[in-house]
Nanobody
């Protein structure tokens, strides 16, 4: 199991940028898949973006062109760079990791992002 600590969520205004971080308890170089999900009040948790061990990325349509996911294997850290934030991006953001194809998903504790004027 990988222990994940996500951070960086704060209150920002629409149009602002924010970077979330997810630090793992062990080396992430060989982790099959890492990503971010989010859950807004009254809604189901949804995929935001993920990144494979080879660097291939995948984004939800709602964040394409605004969010960028990346991973720094030397720092055991994954990032989510969020630009042009909208009120509808308000949610608790959870990082996650899947060690290999057959393993279950490990989750961070979540970090709150609020976009409001």
């Amino acid at each position: 199991q990988v222990q994940l600590v996500d951070s960086g969520g704060v209150l920002v205004q629409p149009g602002w940028s924010l970077r979330l971080s997810c630090t793992a308890s062990s080396n992430i170089t060989s982790i099959f898949l890492m990503g971010w999900h989010r859950q807004a009040p009254g809604k189901q948790r949804e995929l935001v973006a993920n990144i494979g061990s080879g660097g291939k990325t995948n984004y939800a349509d709602s964040v394409k062109g605004r969010f960028t996911i990346s991973r720094d294997n030397a720092r055991n850290t994954m990032y989510l760079e969020m630009n042009s934030l909208k009120p509808e991006d308000t949610a608790v953001y959870y990082c996650n990791a899947k060690r290999n194809f057959w393993s279950s998903m490990d989750w961070g504790q979540g970090t709150q992002v609020t976009v409001s004027s």
